[in-house]
């Protein structure tokens, strides 16, 4: 999976000289992480317990509660072609195939295992795995009868509000802090078709508030509401807060950048990860592309992540 995002994005291509090096090193690492990590996940599936159980539960729920999602209040979008969610505003380019292919990709391993809660992350700030989340939520959710959470899960530095365009909201740092258990601080994107757990007011101790076990609480409960639930949490380095929620996380999706990322970076990003959880990684603003000339055909090209975390 770490070359799903090839030629996702190629506006970087005068940096081609400077960055030629790095990506071959980078994607040699890359390949070598993927056959270990899908290594781990064969002999982790021998034996995994069958999740039946666990679905039939989730089914009970919403049969006793079938009024629960229209109890979630609605938030008004502005989504924009700055925004980068090409999934919405440019749906039939290679970028917006290349989110296709992943949704398609991890409905696949679900099949096959436990896996729900999907993190996504990257080593440092500004690879673009913001813009990931967001536009993996929304092909997860053009699935029929699939319901689908987004969660900002950085409570440092929230970015998701900026892409979907929305106004301040109560979120995750709220629900926290306060003593009630309602999950009144859940969106529905009605035009989307998507719902949405913002970060809310950035805490002064984010991590102590992560390590609360009310997080833990809440997503047992938001794991048997919705078919998926897709994490965007801070970048690995430096910080501590990906950490707690790759544990509670099913699997891990780590985002690379070309001309970003260094390869020291990468290394310790990947070690800092567990990997019987790193389910793939993604290539982000790569300057090559097999068949890029059959896609362009079909939309514009595809967008500059630059300016999103």
């Not at 999740?51 to 209040?73: C, M, N």
């Amino acid at each position: 999976m770490s070359r799903i995002f090839d030629a996702l994005q190629k506006s970087e291509m005068e940096r081609a000289g400077s960055g030629a090096s790095t990506l071959s090193a980078a994607a040699d690492l890359l390949q070598v992480v993927e056959r270990q990590s899908v290594s781990a996940w064969e002999v982790e599936k021998k034996t995994q317990p069958s999740i039946a159980v666990e679905e039939r539960s989730a089914v009970a729920l919403l049969d006793e509660t079938p009024d629960i999602f229209s109890q979630f209040p609605a938030l008004e979008v502005s989504i924009t072609p700055q925004s980068q969610l090409v999934s919405l505003t440019d749906n039939g380019s290679l970028a917006a195939e290349k989110f296709r292919f992943l949704g398609v990709r991890l409905r696949h391993l679900q099949r096959e295992r436990t896996l729900k809660k999907v993190l996504i992350t990257s080593t440092v700030p500004h690879e673009g795995k913001s813009m990931v989340a967001a536009n993996l939520a929304f092909m997860l959710a053009r699935k029929k009868n699939q319901k689908v959470l987004l969660i900002d899960g950085d409570l440092r530095r929230p970015s998701l509000a900026q892409l979907f365009g929305t106004k301040p909201t109560p979120g995750i740092c709220e629900w926290l802090q306060e003593e009630h258990n309602s999950l009144g601080n859940i969106y529905h994107l009605e035009k989307l078709d998507l719902w949405y757990l913002p970060a809310g007011t950035p805490s002064t101790n984010p991590l102590e508030l992560l390590q609360s076990s009310k997080l833990t609480a809440l997503m047992e409960r938001l794991n048997s509401m919705f078919d998926w639930v897709v994490i965007d949490s801070p970048p690995v380095l430096p910080l501590a807060d990906t950490s707690v929620w790759s544990r509670i996380a099913d699997g891990v999706l780590l985002v690379t950048r070309q001309g970003t990322t260094q390869k020291k970076q990468l290394i310790k990003g990947i070690e800092a990860l567990d990997q019987h959880k790193l389910i793939g990684t993604l290539l982000n603003s790569s300057r090559s592309s097999s068949h890029s000339d059959y896609y362009y055909g079909y939309g514009s090209p595809p967008v500059d992540a630059s300016a999103h975390r």
